[in-house]
Nanobody, 127 residues
Framework: EVQLVESGGGLVQAGGSLRLTCAAS????????IGWFRQAPGKEREGVSC????????YYADSVKGRFTISSDNVKNTVYLIMNNLKPEDTAVYYC????????????????????WGQGTQVTVSS
């Protein structure tokens, strides 16, 4: 059984940084895409970043390019989302999710492709 646990959220001022952690069990990164999604109040959940373990490639939504970095530690089975220069519009609950052998670039930010989800961690950016 795949389990994902997020941590690292919190309250930060605009311009600050946070590092989110997604600890995974029951899977190997070689077979999965790990995505970070977020949902702000009153808005739909959106894809933020994805690490495709099958080929080691990383992807970012336009809204976070140049500010967020996704990385993985295969020994710890952990994926990180390093968020710099945070903005108030980054405020949301952040989720990590896993999709088995998701190769399609077009579907990497489609939440329906992901089978397993963490419980989420709140990120609040004050202005």
């Amino acid at each position: 059984e795949v389990q994902l646990v997020e941590s690292g959220g919190g309250l930060v001022q605009a311009g600050g940084s946070l590092r989110l952690t997604c600890a995974a069990s029951g899977l190997t990164f070689d077979d999965y895409a790990i995505g970070w999604f977020r949902q702000a109040p009153g808005k739909e959940r959106e894809g933020v970043s994805c690490f495709r373990g099958m080929d080691g490639r990383s992807y970012y939504a336009d809204s976070v390019k140049g500010r967020f970095t996704i990385s993985s530690d295969n020994v710890k089975n952990t994926v990180y989302l390093i968020m710099n220069n945070l903005k108030p519009e980054d405020t949301a609950v952040y989720y990590c999710a896993a999709a088995f052998r998701l190769y399609s670039d077009e579907k990497l930010f489609s939440e329906h492709e992901y089978d397993s989800w963490g419980q989420g961690t709140q990120v609040t950016v004050s202005s």
